[in-house]
């Protein structure tokens, strides 16, 4: 590719404020190998970039996991998600959204629990699935810390209590790679067995305050940003 990434300069602070947060893209689970080169010699495949930052620590100047992708026009933001959400990059699946979607404030505790996964069963597999139901904060595969490999199981979550309730409905026993999965709330953390889902939730989320979200609401087919920050428990797994 011709170029190179835009160099950061002494206006670097300013720029995040005047960019264009609808052409901007939140990319996240970045690996430490992964550089503001690399980063952009991916993204501008899916159109020219005309910024880019990966936030560093002002001690080891490592950066922190998480980058912002902004292009010369909206479309190219949109298509950058689609394609590449969920892309492994030295074997972490990457996170992209729109960067002013990324809020933990968007999860309203519609947090599903998927059970018997087969191993080929990959975070990009389950997005692509549920994601037909609505819009998808988060999508995770567990796996072993040692080797990578699945543990059989994931959890997902919705901005929505009716697209998961829908997701529910729909997939609780479907086949998914020639085995039946089990779809349930899933455990809430630090409880003593208390699911997800509740009437509380439920109340809590309906009077929320209306958040915009990408593909305008959480019909069948609507876009979806992802999250990752699941705990490590096995089945039955707590969940937060």
Known sequence: MAGGPPAAGPGGIQQIFERNQEATIYVGNLDPKIDEEVLWELMV???????????????????????????????????????????????????????????????????????????EVDEKMLYDTFSAFGVLLFAKVMRDPDNGLSRGFGFISYDTFEASDAALAGMNGQFLCNRPISVSYAYKKETKGERHGSAAERLIAANRPIKDTPGGGAGPGAGAPVRSSMPPNMPPPPMG
């Open 45 to 119: 495949n899916c159109g020219p970039v005309a910024n880019l930052h990966l936030p560093r620590d002002k001690i080891t100047n490592t950066h922190q996991g998480y980058g912002f992708v902004e292009f010369k026009n909206e479309e190219d933001a949109d298509y950058a998600i689609k394609i590449m959400n969920m892309i492994r990059l030295f074997g972490k699946p990457i996170r992209c959204n729109k960067s002013s979607q990324d809020k933990k404030t968007n999860e309203v505790g519609a947090n599903l629990f998927i059970g018997n996964l087969e191993p």
